[in-house]
């Protein structure tokens, strides 16, 4: 980490940080973690945070639970809140499914899920985030009418993606628009390189 990470880090850590331990699977009530009732974002694999600060300072009255292992990232996303003055965000370091399976049914008013690894290698697709039982997982925890929300710039995860969650026959299929989310740094790579985005959304029903 730069120095800067590293002093948001040693500085932050303690009050916003949640580290996700191999096997743990006790409840994790997301109203005392953030110590307030309000709607739950997840936000999984944030890279370096700067689209999850940028979300979370647009949107106050909502909570923010990022989690990521990449701790470049994960400081500077705590630098981030630490300049910005944001008290509506955690920052979690571990492993997204494992924290996933720590939350009440029905606790989350959205996931996002943007830009994740896409494994392009056929025979590493099985590692892929967005597969049936994940995304069963992840629908779990949404409340109804609670918004599923995954972007990629790799075509062939798109189309894997939206079989998938075509598929789910507790989500449906919102229309295409407005995303209502920052531009990533993995967008801005992907735009480069000419590869198209692909949003989308889904709602619990």
């Known amino acids: 980490m730069s120095a800067r990470h590293f002093d948001a880090h ?108 896409p494994w392009p290698k056929a025979r590493h697709h099985k590692r892929r985030l967005i597969q049936p039982g994940n995304v069963a997982v992840l629908r779990d925890r949404l409340r109804v009418g609670g918004v599923l929300h995954c972007a990629t710039d790799w075509p062939d995860y798109a189309v894997a993606m939206a079989e998938t969650l075509d598929g789910d026959p507790g989500l449906r299929r919102l229309p295409d628009g407005a995303h209502g989310r920052p531009e990533t740094k993995f967008e801005r790579r992907g735009t480069a390189a000419g590869r198209p985005i692909s949003d989308l959304r889904y709602e619990r029903t």
């Open 10 to 117: 040693e500085a932050l850590w303690p009050r916003y940080g949640l580290t996700v331990t191999d096997g743990d699977r006790s409840a994790l009530d997301v109203r005392r973690l953030f110590g307030r009732a309000a709607p739950v974002v997840l936000e999984i694999g944030f890279g370096m945070g700067d689209a999850t600060a940028e979300m979370a300072a647009a949107d106050p009255e909502r909570d923010f639970l990022a989690v990521e292992v990449h701790t470049p990232g994960i400081g500077n996303l705590l630098a981030l809140v630490g300049e910005l003055g944001l008290t509506n965000v955690r920052v979690a370091r571990g492993d997204a499914m494992q924290l996933v399976h720590r939350i009440a049914a029905g606790a989350l008013d959205a996931v996002h899920v943007f830009f994740p690894d």
